[in-house]
C-alpha cells in the first residue's frame, strides 16, 4: 500500500518539488503559522514584521471582518461584536463555559455548541475560529507564494473529540488542507527534541492563554512517543486573569458592570498580570463609564496568593499524568515550558519545586508549538530535509465508551491509549423480540454516563426478533490519528449487516461545511465549482503519479490482465484531467480507484512482510531461547511493571 | 500476514508467555515505522484507512503482548480458552475468602487516610503476584497445562483489579495532600 505514498525514499521518480506546507498554532490568545524554508522552521510575519496574531474576530459594521491588532483595537468599545478566546466555545455548550456571566457576548444555545449573536448574524465558533485561520492561511500564502498543500493545525492534547473536530471544521472552513491535527505539548517535544537532540524521558508543561497540557514523553533518535498525558482544557491566563479581575472589584466594591467596563477592567487585570512577571507591583488604574477612576495597587504576593489553586491545580494534572506513565517525578530528565502563561515567576517556581529541577526555558515558548507543527507538517508533505525521518506516536487524553444498563458507562478505549485505536464490543439485547438498540458514545473518566461528556446516540434498526440475549451487536469504535472518533454497530448473527457510523454531534457535516463554504465566498457558486474542479484535477494527477511510481516498483504483485485494466484506467483518468467536467472527472478517479484495490492490499502485505524480513527460524528461536534464560528471574518484577 | 494474523506471528515473536519485551518494543517501531497514517497524508481515502487500521492493530497488539495478564489471556485464547466469553466461573471459596480479606484491609487503610498501611499493602500484593506470574509462566510455557493455566490466570484477574483499586487509593490520599 505504499501504492500512494510519493514520499517514499525509493520511489524517487523526478527530484520532486518543494511543497507548501505550514504549522498553524491556532491559541486562545495568539495564532501563529510557520513553514519550514531550506531546512530551518520559522514564524511566519506580518507585513508589519508581527509574528504574533491575536486570535481575535470583529464583525464591523459595514459588514467587513477584521482579525488580530485592528480587531484587538475594539475589544472595550464594541465588545458584542469583538470575539476573544473563541478557543474556550470550541465544541461547548453554554453550560460549558467558564466565568459565562462575566463574559460580554450574546450567546445562543445551538446544535451541539454554542454560538454568538453578533452585528453580522449568529456565529458559531467554528466560524469565527475560520476567520483567523484565513488570515493565517494568507499570510502563509503570500510568503509561500501559492495554494497550500496542507496545514498541521495544533491542538491542546487535552481536547476531547467534540472540541477536536470542531477544530477541523474550522479549518476546512477556512479553505485549509488539514494534513494532522497534532497535540501542541507534541508540536513542542519535536521542536525541542530536534534542536537538541533530547533522548529519553521529557515532560512539556504548556499552560497558555486558555488551556493546561502535560506531557510525558520518551524521546529517542527517530521516535517520539507520548506515554501519557493529561490537563485541563479549561485553565490557562485567562483564569488569572479573571482572579484579579475579581480581586478589583472587590476592592473597588464595584457594582454590576457593563459589558464595556467589564471588558475594560479585564484587559487591565491582564496588563498587571504581565507586569507582575518583571516587577514586585503593578498599578491598575481604570476610567470607567460613569467617570469614576479606580486606582489600586496589586502586589506580587497577593498576586500569587489568590491564583495559588490554579497553579495547584496544574500540578495535580502533572502528578496524574505521571501515574499514567507508571513513571516518578524522578525518572523524568527535564520538563520543558511552553506556553506565555508559564513566564509567570510562581508557575516556574512551583514546576521547579516540584520536578527538583530547573525547568528548561530555552525556547521562545510564544513559538515553539507553531515551529513544531511546521516541521511536522514538513515531513507529512514529504519535503524530506537531510535525511531527518521520525515516527510519532501520540495517544487520546480521554476514555471513550458506551452507556450501559443503568447510566454506567464501559470504557472501550482507555485513555492514554496510543492512535490510531480500534476496539470492538459485542452486545446483546435484553427483551424478546427487539428489534432496535440505543446506542450512547461518551468520553470521560468517571463512572457515571451523566458524569461523562456525550458524544453521540444512534440506533440500530432492523434486528431481526429474537429471544433476549440472541442478537449479537458488534460495536466498533476507531480512533484516528487526529484523535477522532468513528462509531460503528452491526449485528453479527444474520448475514445482512445493519451497520450506521456516526460522526460525534457536535461536528458538523460534509454538507454543512460545503453549504458555509459557500456562504462564506461572496462570488458564491462560479468559484466555488472552480475550486472543486481544481482540487479535483491536483488530486487526480497525484492518484496517476502515485499509481505510475507503485506500478514501476511492484509490477510483479500483478498479472498482465490486472496490469492492463490499471493502465486503461490511467490512460481514461489522463484524458479527464484535461477536461473541465468535474463530475466525469471523479468518476474516472473512482474508476482508477477500484481497479488498484486488490493491488493496494498487496502492496499493504508486502510492506508488513518487509517489516519483518530478515528474521530466520534460527533467529526465532534464539530468542525464546533468551526469553527463558534471561527473563526466568526478571519474570519477578516484569509482573508488577504492568 | 493479514488484519487477522495472531500477534506473536505479527512481530515475529515465539508464543510463549517468557517474553522478551525489548525485541517486542523493537518489533512494534519498526512495524509502526512502515503502516502509521503518517506515512500515508498524501495517499488517498482507502490507503489513509488501511493505514489507520494496520496501526490500530498493532497498536492493539503491542499492548496485549506487553501487560503479563493480557499476554496470559491471549495465549490462553490462542489454545482456544476464551476467559473474556466464560466470565461468571465460580472461583473455590478460598481464594474468595482471600480476596476478601486483601479487600477489607485495603479498604480499612483507605479509609483511615493510612498511606503506610496501603503502601505496605501494595508490596505485598505485589510479592504474591509476582510468585504466581512465575508459576503460570511454567504452566504456559512449560507443561502446556491449559486448565490450570486458566484457573490461575482467572485469579490473577482478581488479584491485578485489586491492584488497580489499590493504586487508585494511593492516588486519592496524595492528590488529598496537595491542597
Ligand atoms: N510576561 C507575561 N507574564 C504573565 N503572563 C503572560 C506574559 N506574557 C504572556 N502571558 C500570558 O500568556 C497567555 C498567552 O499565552 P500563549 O500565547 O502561549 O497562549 P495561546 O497559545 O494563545 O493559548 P492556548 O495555548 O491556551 O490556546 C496570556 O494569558 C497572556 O496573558
Ligand atoms: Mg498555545
Known sequence: MALFQISEPNASAAPHQHRRAVGIDLGTTHTLVATVKSGMALVLNDAQGHPLLPSVVRYQPDGQTEVGYAAQNWLASDPKNTVLSVKRFMGRGRKDIAHVESLPYDFVEGAGMVRVRTRAGVKSPVEISAEILKVARARAEAHLGGELVGAVITVPAYFDDAQRQATKDAARLAGLNVLRLLNEPTAAAIAYGLENAAEGIYAVYDLGGGTFDISILKLARGVFEVLATGGDSALGGDDFDQRIFCWVLEQAELPPLSPEDARLIMTRAREAKEFLTHHAEAPITVRLANNRTIDLTLDAHTFAEITRNLVARTLQGVKKALRDARLAKADVKGVVMVGGSTRMPQVQQAVADFFQSAPLNNLDPDKVVALGAATQANLLVGNKTGGDDWLLLDVIPLSLGLETMGGLTEKLIPRNATIPAARAQEFTTFRDGQTAMAIHVVQGERELVADCRSLARFELRGIPPMVAGAARIRVTFQVDADGLLAVSAREQTTGVAAAITVKPSYGLSDDEIAGMLKDSVSHARDDAQRRALKEAQVEAQRLIEATQAALKEDAHLLDKAEIARIEAAIAKLQTQVLGDNRRHLTLAMDDLAFETQAFAHRRMDQSVKRALAGRTVEEVNAIAERAGEERREEKTNEGSAA | ?179
Open chain 2, 1 to 179: 500476514m493479514d488484519l487477522t494474523t495472531d500477534f506473536f506471528t505479527l512481530f515475529q515473536l515465539p508464543r510463549l508467555f517468557r517474553l522478551d519485551l525489548s525485541a517486542l518494543e523493537a518489533r512494534y517501531l519498526e512495524i509502526q515505522g512502515e503502516v502509521h497514517p503518517d506515512r500515508f497524508v498524501q495517499a488517498d481515502e482507502r490507503a489513509r484507512r488501511q493505514a489507520a487500521q494496520w496501526a490500530a492493530r498493532v497498536n492493539e497488539g503491542c499492548l496485549t503482548l506487553k501487560k503479563p495478564l493480557e499476554r496470559a489471556k491471549y495465549l490462553l485464547f490462542l489454545a482456544g480458552h476464551d476467559l473474556e466469553a466464560e466470565r461468571n466461573t465460580v472461583m473455590e471459596p478460598a481464594f474468595l475468602i482471600e480476596q476478601m480479606e486483601w479487600r477489607e484491609a485495603a479498604e480499612e487503610a483507605r479509609n483511615g487516610r493510612d498511606h503506610h498501611a496501603l503502601e505496605r499493602l501494595h508490596h505485598r500484593l505485589h510479592q504474591d503476584l509476582a510468585g504466581r506470574y512465575r508459576a503460570l509462566a511454567a504452566l504456559l510455557d512449560d507443561q502446556r497445562d491449559w486448565p490450570a493455566a486458566a484457573h490461575e490466570t482467572r485469579r490473577l484477574m482478581f488479584l491485578e483489579k485489586l491492584r488497580l483499586e489499590i493504586d487508585d487509593a494511593l492516588a486519592a490520599l496524595e492528590d488529598e495532600g496537595i491542597y
